[in-house]
């Protein structure tokens, strides 16, 4: 998201994009739980590509929300993390899950969603 210190910035324009994306919400909450590889990813989000998922990781790299590590083994292993600036990110995926929750209460539907438990 390249922002330059010489444009005026909306601040929730600014968050809604660092976060904004079909899987970037998805990914820092999986990496709130723990650090995980490409390969562990890529097997949590079913249908998601490979080339998708890369640029995904990608983005949230150059925001800061996350870090890419590589480890010199063969073949290399590469894991992901959370910065400092990624963990800030909580509290809005928190209260994102609990309004969810909340509409799906009142509006009486199930969640279907086994992996949403709360952080």
């Known amino acids: 998201m390249a922002l330059l210190n010489s444009e005026p910035c909306c601040p929730f324009r600014t968050a809604q ?7 970037k919400q ?4 999986e990496l ?6 490409f390969s562990e990813l890529l097997h949590i989000f079913s249908g998601i590509t490979s080339k998708v998922l890369s640029q995904q990781l990608r983005m949230l790299e150059s925001d800061g929300l996350i870090t ?10 590469v894991e992901y993390a959370l910065t400092d600036l990624g963990i800030s ?3 809005i ?4 899950l609990e309004w969810g929750q909340l509409y799906l209460a ?10 949403c438990h709360r952080q």
């Open 68 to 77: 890419r590590t590589v480890y010199p083994d063969t073949p290399p292993k």
């Open 17 to 23: 994009s660092l976060i904004s994306g079909k899987y």
């Open 89 to 91: 990110v909580r509290p």
């Open 32 to 37: 709130m739980k723990h650090n995980l590889r």
């Open 26 to 29: 998805q990914i820092v909450w």
């Open 93 to 96: 995926l928190i209260a994102m």
């Open 106 to 115: 009142e509006n009486k539907k199930i969640s279907a969603c086994a992996g």
